[in-house]
């Protein structure tokens, strides 16, 4: 099966830099890489996700890029805020075209990413 | 319109007592998931229903967890005679899963259960 490890565990940055979050997966089958950002007492929810057949993706503060080769794939946060502070958790999974079967989310255990006033 | 809603929200039951979790989906989604986050921890992928058949039931942890769902869309996890290292929150999520498209998956509020 899939195995996903993700680092760092914690990661503290000063308010307004970067913040960047690093995966490695195991399984070349998976093709599909979400990112979800879960705050204290709440749901996971997605942030961004990618495709296999796509290196990088962007949306607004936050980027994700992804290497099949090495597989491994990485959250980008740029001009961080307060409200950036929460768990992210990235995921693959070796979903399927054809959408007659998808297997569930295998998920890293977590990055706490503190952003300091 | 409606998320994912789960109940109970929080659940303190007896070691060797038997829960049940329900979970009801985003109307309209045929995939629904179970996973399990303990505490400070990652989540565990339990098991994935598409329609009301399990196709991968390869997270359960024992045979005293169990899975069902019935008309396409609620669906109940039972723990059979609970054990304290079942305590966690469970979480369900629901995805479209509509053919030739990935699809994001959509959680519920979870259900803290605590085995005593």
């Known amino acids: 099966g899939e195995n996903v490890e993700q680092h760092p565990s914690t990661l503290s940055v000063q308010e307004g830099d970067s913040a960047v979050i690093k995966c490695t997966y195991s399984?070349?089958?998976?093709?599909?890489f979400p990112w979800y950002k879960q705050e204290l007492g709440k749901r996971p929810q997605l942030i961004i996700d990618?495709?296999?057949?796509?290196g990088e993706k962007k949306d607004q503060r936050i980027a994700v890029t992804l290497n099949k080769t090495a597989k491994h794939f990485s959250l980008h946060i740029t001009e961080t805020q307060p409200e950036d502070s929460a768990v992210y958790f990235c995921a693959a999974s070796p979903q399927m075209y054809s959408g007659g079967g998808a297997d569930g989310l295998t998920f890293g255990k977590g990055t706490h990413l503190i952003i300091q006033p | 319109g409606a998320g994912v809603s789960q109940s109970p929200s929080n659940k303190v039951t007896e070691k060797g007592k038997d829960v049940e979790l329900r979970c009801d989906p985003i109307?309209?989604?045929?995939?629904l998931y179970w996973y399990r986050q303990s505490l400070g921890q990652g989540l565990e992928f339990l098991i994935y229903?598409?329609?009301?058949?399990?196709?991968?039931k390869s997270g359960l942890p024992s045979d005293r967890f169990s899975a069902e769902r019935t008309g396409g869309s609620v669906s109940t996890l039972t723990i059979q005679r609970t054990q304290q290292e079942d305590s966690a929150v469970y979480l369900c999520?629901?995805?479209?899963?509509?053919?030739?498209?990935?699809?994001?998956?959509?959680f519920g509020p979870g259900t803290r259960l605590t085995v005593l």
């Open positions: 399984d070349s089958a998976s093709n599909y």
């Open positions: 229903f598409q329609g009301n058949s399990a196709p991968d």
């Open positions: 109307s309209g989604h045929t995939a």
């Open positions: 990618i495709r296999s057949n796509v």
């Open positions: 999520a629901s995805s479209l899963q509509a053919a030739f498209s990935y699809n994001e998956q959509f």
